[in-house]
């Protein structure tokens, strides 16, 4: 079991959880971005610098995934990718991705995608809120308690 953190866009309030869960359950944390992020000095926690480019770090992220092991993402496609390898998939906020909800989260980022390049719509996600913080706790909790 391991997790893989999809680091680029993670916030540094979610990492901080992520360290203290590592640390608590010795799991095997690690990051993946495509700029160096300093973590923690530990055993059960790592850093792994991919190269820049579009999805270099995602595609880092689903070919070294196995089943069983949680990918921490907001990237839909990612999150996909994750399932279809028998990983779980949980957002920064502590949204669960699953074989059954995936598709109908793809075709929601699709239809957002063509409205925000129509000018559209503009704007990104709300502010990581407290209850945000709580959602992505439990889920993470959850994930550890059955492994």
């Known amino acids: 079991m391991a997790i893989w953190v999809d680091a680029d866009a993670c916030p540094r309030v979610i990492r901080d959880i992520l360290y203290r869960a590592a640390e608590r359950c010795q799991v095997e944390l690690t990051l993946v971005a495509n700029q160096s992020i300093e973590v923690p000095r530990s055993r059960h926690i790592r850093m792994l ?3 820049a480019g579009f999805d270099v770090a995602d595609n880092e992220i689903a070919r070294r995934a196995e089943p069983g092991d949680l990918v921490v993402t907001s990237d839909i496609p990612l999150a996909a990718d994750a399932i279809a ?5 949980v957002s920064p906020r502590g949204e669960r991705f699953t074989p059954d909800n995936i598709r109908e989260r793809l075709t929601m980022r699709d239809f957002m995608d063509t409205m925000r390049s129509s000018g559209l719509t503009s704007g990104g996600p709300p502010p990581l809120s407290p209850t945000d913080r709580q959602a992505f706790a439990n889920a993470l909790d959850s994930y550890l308690a059955r492994r």
């Open 49 to 51: 610098t991919v190269s």
């Open 85 to 89: 390898k028998q990983a779980e998939v």
